[in-house]
């Protein structure tokens, strides 16, 4: 990575657009956040036009709205429910077809030809690092799955670092943000008011600088470059949530049998919403199909999730046929068994699973929760969507 | 796509089926050289057309002429559509995949072998493997349980084996019928029969947890330690190669860690509540 401080530049949200522009004509497939069915969520981008401006999405346990902000900033807000996991990992995919051969045998068809790769514009620092754990998961040992290769290998990443975390957000203390540190070929912070908007731009691999290069941009300024840096060190004093990571591995391992965890499985309806919003989650399951005449077979795989009962079935019964051990299995995969089979943690600190969870589960009071001897939990709130 | 595809099965023809019980049937199959490229402990993904994929272990070499042998029990729809299969039927195979048995550690050791059921399946490999260079091996003892005399499987390799003076083998059942004359209960009470030197053993389970567990047990108050008990763990898989999430038990990626374990290594999770 470049020095940041060294050869920062500057693009208007003109140079942005053209970004955008240069981008696709050199074969990406330009994605961001964009406003769809109420909320922010990552769509195919044609242009800055597209992005947010102005908006903002309010956060806590349980609640989600999209709001206006009373200005024209375009990364004016933090994470919605999805994340580019679904570009990569999508929620369901035809991994092969098979057909009948006159024989009574069958055969397989050919490969699907790879998708073309994918530029991702405005990626938070939190679904970098995400990435970067489904990259561990699904490309890090022997066995790597080639259809999220195909889709993850090429792409193009324009990081956003964060300036307005919301109100579930704890990546200071999953130590993922609000700045990203790596994994992006360009970064920017979002510089507007008084009339001003611009991205202060961060230039991390050599084609990134090449794309750059074919935009109009010029040098940024000391101060602008002093501002970027007040604007990441302002998000990160205004997170909020916190999860006191020190010895969580240990903690999780040792209250298998916690009072806390019949508590949850009270208030958990086990729907699965926090694992489908999950950008480290990548559970999948694998179903095949015939048409109706039985000459043709196709494999289709879905985003699972360890909150269903069929999960974990064998031979007639689910090994985790209790809400309150699946969710102390999925809450100790993150914080501790990620460690184990990946050397990290599973949890970026997005907070999407707090604010999609129905009943506002938070795991970061849960952790709390947990750590304390068993006494009464504090009070949740409960509340519906509202979007 | 120029990755290998992990979850592209390879096409696998059927060159013999032999039915072993009223549920449970031997196919033997062949896709091509890679056919034999198994360690024994190891388990193929099998695909039946239209119907699922499944984990099925290794059962053995044929005795015979090239290919692997899986060993089936029909319970559900694939598994059922498996032991339809015909010779000359298709079916689709990714693998082999998980960890093998420890035949090398094995070498120069008395080795206990307790299987369970279609456990026997996985165990079969080992034996063969041991029978083919059998020298090198201490005592060799045999050890299965089924449910019923109409349960055993494999009765004409249990014949061969039991005819060896270099095999000792022994044989339950749970629930015997008329014709039964060997012996009743389950297949740890088969155990007391032997005579284990705690210094040289080494121990290989394969069975339902409970069986594994309470056999461990046994074995551990006769002196052995865990971790000269192997076992073989079973989890609901769908990819068997560490992608999909399925297999978890504690921190174990069933699949990819296993499904052959050490018991020092896993023993702790063993018997732990919905884990
Ligand atoms: C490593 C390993 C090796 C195995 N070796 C053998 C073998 O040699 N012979 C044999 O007969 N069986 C073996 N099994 C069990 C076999 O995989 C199951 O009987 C089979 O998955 C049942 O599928 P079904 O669709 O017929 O049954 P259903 O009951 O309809 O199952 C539905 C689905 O649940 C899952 N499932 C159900 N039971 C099991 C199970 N016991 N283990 C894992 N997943 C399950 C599968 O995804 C299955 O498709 C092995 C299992 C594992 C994990
Ligand atoms: S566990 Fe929750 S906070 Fe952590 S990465 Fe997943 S959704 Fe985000
Ligand atoms: S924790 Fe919340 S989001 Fe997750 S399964 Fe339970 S109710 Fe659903
Ligand atoms: S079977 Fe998919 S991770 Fe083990």
Redesign the interface.
């Known amino acids: 990575m470049s020095d940041p401080a060294g050869d920062a530049r500057a693009l208007d949200v003109d140079g942005l657009d053209r970004l955008i522009a240069a981008l696709s004509e050199r074969g990406f497939a330009p994605h961001g956040p964009i406003v769809r069915d109420g909320s922010i969520v990552w769509g195919p981008l044609r242009g800055v036009a597209d992005l947010p401006a102005g908006w903002t999405l309010e956060q806590d346990a349980g609640r989600c709205q999209l709001v206006r902000r009373g200005d024209g900033a375009l990364f004016g807000w933090a994470v919605g429910p999805d994340s580019p996991k679904r570009l990569f990992l999508p929620p369901s995919l035809q991994l092969f077809t098979a057909r009948r051969d006159d024989e009574g045998g069958f055969a397989l068809d050919p490969p699907a030809p790879a998708p073309g790769p994918i530029a991702l514009i405005g990626a938070r620092p939190c679904e970098i690092a995400a990435i970067a754990v489904q990259d561990r998961v699904l490309l890090g040992s022997e066995h790597t799955d080639a259809h999220y290769r195909a889709r993850r290998d090429e792409a193009f990443i324009v990081a956003a670092h964060c300036g307005e975390p919301g109100g579930t957000c704890f990546c200071v203390s999953a130590d993922t943000g609000p700045s990203a540190r790596s994994g992006f070929d360009l970064a920017l912070t979002e510089l507007h008011g008084d009339g001003e908007h611009t991205f202060v731009i961060e230039v991390a691999t050599e084609r990134g600088a090449a794309v750059l290069e074919a935009v109009p941009h010029r040098a940024a300024t000391g101060d602008e470059i002093a501002r970027a840096a007040a604007v990441v060190t302002g998000a990160a004093s205004r997170m909020g949530r916190e999860l006191e990571t020190d010895g969580l591995r240990e903690l999780l391992y040792g209250c298998r049998e916690h009072p806390r965890w019949d508590e949850i499985a009270a208030r958990c309806l086990g729907c699965a919403n926090c694992t489908m919003v999950c950008p480290t989650c990548f559970c999948t399951s694998v179903s095949d199909l015939t048409d109706i005449t039985g000459a043709t077979a196709w494999r289709e795989r879905s985003w699972d999730s360890c909150f269903t009962m069929d999960f974990s079935y064998i031979h007639g019964g689910s090994v985790r046929p209790s809400v309150g051990a699946r969710y102390r299995h999925w809450i100790t995969h993150k914080l501790a068994s990620w460690h184990d089979q990946f050397d990290e943690s599973g949890c970026v600190g997005c907070g999407r699973c707090i604010t999609w969870c129905p009943v506002a589960i938070d795991i970061t009071a849960e952790v709390v929760g947990l750590r304390s001897d068993g006494s009464p939990p504090p009070r949740t709130r409960t509340a519906g969507f509202r979007v | 796509?120029t990755?290998?595809?992990?979850?592209?099965?390879a096409?696998a023809?059927v060159r013999a089926v032999r039915r072993e019980t009223a549920d449970v049937v031997t196919i033997r199959l062949d896709h091509g050289d890679r056919s034999d490229a198994f360690e024994p402990g190891q388990f193929h993904m099998l695909?039946a057309?239209?119907?699922?994929?499944v984990p099925i272990s290794v059962s053995g070499r044929p005795a015979r002429g090239g290919g692997v042998e899986h060993t089936i029990r029909a319970?559900g729809a694939t598994t059922r559509a498996l032991c339809r299969l015909r010779r000359?039927?298709?079916v689709?195979v990714r693998g082999p995949f998980g960890t093998a048995w420890p035949v090398e550690e094995a070498r120069g050791r008395d080795v206990v072998l307790v299987a369970g059921g279609i456990g026997l399946a996985p165990l079969r490999p080992v034996i063969q493997r041991i029978i083919a260079e059998r020298e090198l091996y201490g005592r060799v003892t045999v050890l299965y349980g089924a449910r019923t005399p109409d349960d055993i499987l494999f009765e004409a390799d249990l014949a061969r084996w039991r005819g060896r003076f270099d095999l000792q083998v022994g044989v339950t059942v749970d629930h015997a019928d008329a014709s039964w004359r060997g012996h009743v209960g389950v297949v740890t009470t088969l155990l007391t029969d032997v005579d284990l030197d705690p210094d040289a053993c080494l121990a290989i389970l394969c069975g339902p947890e409970v069986m594994m567990r309470f056999t461990a047990a046994e074995l551990e108050a006769r002196g052995i330690p865990r971790r000269e008990i192997w076992v073989s763990l079973?989890?609901?898989m769908?990819?068997g190669?560490?992608?999909?999430?399925?297999c978890?038990?504690?921190?174990e990626?069933v699949c990819?860690r296993g499904p052959v374990y050490r018991l020092d290594h896993v023993g702790r999770l063993l018997g732990?509540?919905?884990?």
């Open positions: 796509m990755a290998v595809d992990s979850m592209r099965p096409i023809t695909y057309f239209g119907a699922g994929e319970v000359g039927g298709t689709g079973e989890r609901n769908h990819c190669v560490g992608l999909c999430g399925h978890q038990m504690g921190p990626l990819r732990v509540r919905e884990v």
